[in-house]
Antibody, heavy 117, light 107 residues
Framework: EVQLVESGGGLIQPGGSLRLSCAVS????????MSWVRQAPGKGLEWVSI???????YYADSVKGRFTISRDISKNTLYLQMNSLRAEDTAVYYC???????????WGQGTLVTVSS | EIVLTQSPATLSLSPGERATLSCRAS??????LAWYQHKPGQAPRLLIYDASNRATGIPARFSGSGSGTDFTLTISSLEPEDFAVYYCHQRSNWPLTFGQGTRLEIK
């Protein structure tokens, strides 16, 4: 059974750092493209980042230079390192496998990040 | 960046009625357009991928059409569980983007 479980969210002050984790079971993160998508309170979905292939990465302009996506194949886990956090980064962060690239994609249930002093 | 503009922002309909949701891209995305359904407290659910292909387990009342810059999601006869927010999403160009959403509410 495929499962994605996010963790690492919480309350952080502006300018701080946080690392989100997405523990995966039922498939290997080495094979599939993996994305982070977020939803700010009262707002729509926003794509954040993707990691695919050997180690190709892309980022939304809003997080470029501040966020880093990575994976640990030995732990079968996806990460999102978030630095220089801003109030506007407050959101539920979802990890997802193979976003809309076939008949099935898989999402976690999300982890809430709140950036506030 | 490709901007996806969804219309209407809110659609008020009754169960049994037909829903037509639109998504317009600021430049061609070919057929690399998907539709998601999102309910509060849940993960988004893929409905349609590559413009017109129903995702696994999606009922036949959901259909997608279009190519290039203009796309439509049609729900032929609304069920009570269909009332949610719907997003279009393009994977044609980096960065990937979502539309701002259409809220489908019960009239």
């Amino acid at each position: 059974e495929v499962q994605l479980v996010e963790s690492g969210g919480g309350l952080i002050q502006p300018g701080g750092s946080l690392r989100l984790s997405c523990a995966v079971s039922g498939f290997t993160v080495r094979i599939h493209s993996m994305s982070w998508v977020r939803q700010a309170p009262g707002k729509g979905l926003e794509w954040v980042s993707i990691l695919y292939g050997a180690d190709s990465t892309y980022y939304a302009d809003s997080v470029k230079g501040r966020f880093t996506i990575s994976r640990d194949i030995s732990k079968n886990t996806l990460y999102l390192q978030m630095n220089s956090l801003r109030a506007e980064d407050t959101a539920v962060y979802y990890c997802a496998r193979a976003l809309a690239s076939g008949p099935r994609d898989y999402w976690g249930q999300g982890t809430l990040v709140t950036v506030s002093s | 960046e490709i901007v996806l503009t969804q219309s209407p922002a809110t659609l008020s309909l009754s169960p049994g009625e037909r829903a037509t949701l639109s998504c317009r891209a600021s430049q061609s995305v070919g057929s690399y357009l998907a539709w998601y359904q999102h309910k509060p407290g849940q993960a988004p659910r893929l409905l349609i991928y590559d413009a017109s292909n129903r995702a696994t387990g999606i009922p036949a009342r959901f259909s997608g059409s279009g190519s290039g810059t203009d796309f439509t999601l049609t729900i032929s006869s609304l069920e009570p569980e269909d009332f949610a927010v719907y997003y279009c999403h393009q994977r044609s160009n980096w960065p990937l983007t979502f539309g701002q959403g259409t809220r489908l509410e019960i009239k």
